[in-house]
């Protein structure tokens, strides 16, 4: 994935991807890491956010599926 861009909302560079789907060990401690975001089991095409700010916890883009 290319490098995330800045928050629209607050312009911090702290952002990572929101991944979706059943969490396993490996995706819990990377969250518990700072690395992404779980998002959840259930997509919403279209309508799902895709990034989130770490720091204004603002989230943004859509994940196409």
Request: with cysteine.
């Given at each position: 994935?290319?490098?995330?861009?800045?928050?629209?909302?607050?312009?911090?560079k702290e952002v990572v991807r929101i991944v979706y789907g059943l969490p396993t060990e490996e995706s819990i401690?990377?969250?518990?890491?700072g690395?992404?975001?779980?998002?959840?089991?259930?997509?919403?095409?279209?309508?799902?956010?895709?990034?989130?700010?770490k720091k204004c916890e603002n989230e943004w883009g859509n994940v196409q599926v």
């Open positions: 994935m290319a490098a995330m861009s800045a928050c629209p909302k607050c312009g911090s401690r990377k969250e518990a890491e690395k992404y975001i779980l998002g959840g089991c259930e997509i919403i095409s279209g309508l799902s956010p895709a990034l989130h700010c």
